[in-house]
């Protein structure tokens, strides 16, 4: 069994910075690839980074050079460093744990483990 808790969430003006954490515990270790995706009502999920074991990580190309993901595999915590938001940015936002590497489409995820979320609100 894996527990991902997403902390980190809350509101922002536009061009300003967020950073999200997803603290993993339970059976996983640094071995698991882990990525952030993001739901807005009525829309797809969106994936929007992954990171492998090997540090290895693929981008969205709507957060590309905005967001860096990062993992601290002596916390089991994952993070997702978001600059220079935007309002389209608002979404909840959600962690992802699985045994294997995964792409940024949310259905190859339908497996791994998840967090609960949290919501990120960038007012314009």
């Known amino acids: 069994q894996v527990e991902l808790v997403v902390s980190g969430g809350g509101s922002v003006q536009a061009g300003g910075s967020l950073i999200l954490s997803c603290r993993a515990s339970g059976n996983i270790d640094s071995t698991y690839s882990m990525a952030w995706f993001r739901q807005v009502p009525e829309k797809e999920r969106e994936g929007l980074a992954t990171i492998d074991s090997d540090g290895k990580t693929n981008y969205a190309d709507s957060v590309k050079g905005r967001f860096n993901i990062s993992r601290d595999n002596t916390k089991n915590t994952l993070y997702l460093q978001m600059n220079s938001l935007e309002p389209e940015d608002t979404a909840m936002y959600l962690c992802?744990?699985?045994?294997?590497?995964?792409?940024?489409?949310?259905?190859?995820?339908?497996?791994?483990?998840w967090g609960q979320g949290t919501q990120v609100t960038v007012s314009s």
């Open positions: 992802a744990a699985d045994v294997q590497s995964r792409g940024l489409w949310w259905g190859y995820w339908k497996g791994a483990w």
